[in-house]
Nanobody, 115 residues
Framework: QVQVVESGGGLVQPGGSLTLSCAAS????????LGWYRQAPGKQRELVAV???????NYADAVKGRFTISRDNAKKTVYLQMSSLKPEDTAIYYC?????????WGQGTSVTISA
């Protein structure tokens, strides 16, 4: 059974940085498309960033230039480096991995940006 587990969330002051990690228990991690999504209170879940099997990245406009998604296939882990954090980045952040008709979500990790 495929599982993904996020870590690294927490409380950060505005302007600060945080790095989220997501480890996946899959066979061939390099074949998966990896993404980070977030859901703020009272809002729908939205895409934050995605990285393809060959490392092509795409970001939501709200985080471009501030967030960086990366993958380490040897460690079967995807990262989300977040900087210049704003209160509006407060949300539950979810990891998503996809390969063909297989799609798995993590349980989420909470990120709160507050002074």
């Amino acid at each position: 059974q495929v599982q993904v587990v996020e870590s690294g969330g927490g409380l950060v002051q505005p302007g600060g940085s945080l790095t989220l990690s997501c480890a996946a228990s899959v066979d061939i991690f390099s074949l998966y498309v990896l993404g980070w999504y977030r859901q703020a209170p009272g809002k729908q879940r939205e895409l934050v960033a995605v990285i393809s099997r060959v490392g092509i990245t795409n970001y939501a406009d709200a985080v471009k230039g501030r967030f960086t998604i990366s993958r380490d296939n040897a460690k079967k882990t995807v990262y989300l480096q977040m900087s210049s954090l704003k209160p509006e980045d407060t949300a539950i952040y979810y990891c998503n991995i996809r390969r063909g008709n297989v799609e798995v979500w993590g349980q989420g990790t909470s990120v709160t940006i507050s002074a």
